[in-house]
């Protein structure tokens, strides 16, 4: 079955830039899709179909796709971005949704 | 305002049954996927199962395939997830979400927690 991979965790200070990747056999040939977990909370839908922003996310947020790597990008970091991120995919070959482990974003 | 909200999670013993069941409200049910994603405690998302507009299609992860069935009663506005023979493992809070056009789960509930243990 595909799979996804992500960086287990990642850390950047207040204002700065995180970069979250997703790692995929020829992932630019499927639509990625991005979560935030707060802790405690339901998931988010941040980004959909590689770039595109849900209503009320902010421009902050954005997402690239290309070759073998998907990311997420946060900008202008916030205490508030402090979180578990998730990449999503759908395979077809299995018919099934799969998730990557997660990145736990820590602002410093 | 879209809604979500499951029910019917709790205790049960290894090899026990449950039903859970998510009500939606905001949005047109009948024309939307919905699924089930759960998460285990202290672990990452996990997706498990899906279901198409007239309950028809319906698809399954592995790991609960042959012990779970989603269904949905469209009048009702509500998704179930049956789940028998269930083990530790299926220990977690459990999610309904609804899926968008390409692919994506846009809206999620609060979720209910299914512990499994003697």
């Known amino acids: 079955s595909y799979v996804v991979t992500q960086p287990p965790s990642v850390s950047v200070a207040p204002g700065q830039t995180a970069r979250i990747t997703c790692g995929g056999n020829n992932i630019e040939s499927k639509a990625v899709h991005w979560y935030q977990q707060r802790p405690g909370q339901a998931p988010v839908l941040v980004i959909y179909y590689d770039g595109d922003r849900p209503s009320g996310i902010p421009e902050r947020f954005s997402g690239s796709n290309s070759g073998n790597t998907a990311t997420l990008t946060i900008s202008r970091v916030e205490a508030g971005d402090e979180a578990d991120y998730y990449c999503q995919v759908w395979d077809s070959t299995n018919a099934h949704y799969v998730f990557a482990a997660g990145t736990k974003v820590t602002v410093l | 305002q879209v809604y979500l909200v499951e029910s019917g999670g709790g205790l049960v013993k290894p090899g026990g049954s449950l039903r859970l069941s998510c009500a939606a409200s905001g949005f047109d049910f009948s024309d939307s996927y919905m699924n089930w994603i759960r998460q285990a405690p202290g672990k990452g998302l996990e997706w498990i199962s899906h279901i198409n507009t007239i309950g028809i299609t319906k698809y399954y992860a592995d790991s609960v395939k042959g012990r779970f069935t989603i269904s949905r009663d469209n009048a009702k506005r509500t998704v179930y997830l049956q789940m028998n023979s269930l083990r530790v493992d299926d220990t977690a809070v459990y999610y309904c979400?609804?899926?968008?056009?390409?692919?994506?789960?846009?809206?999620w509930g609060q979720g209910t927690l299914v512990t499994v243990s003697s």
């Open positions: 979400a609804r899926e968008g056009e390409v692919r994506q789960f846009d809206f």
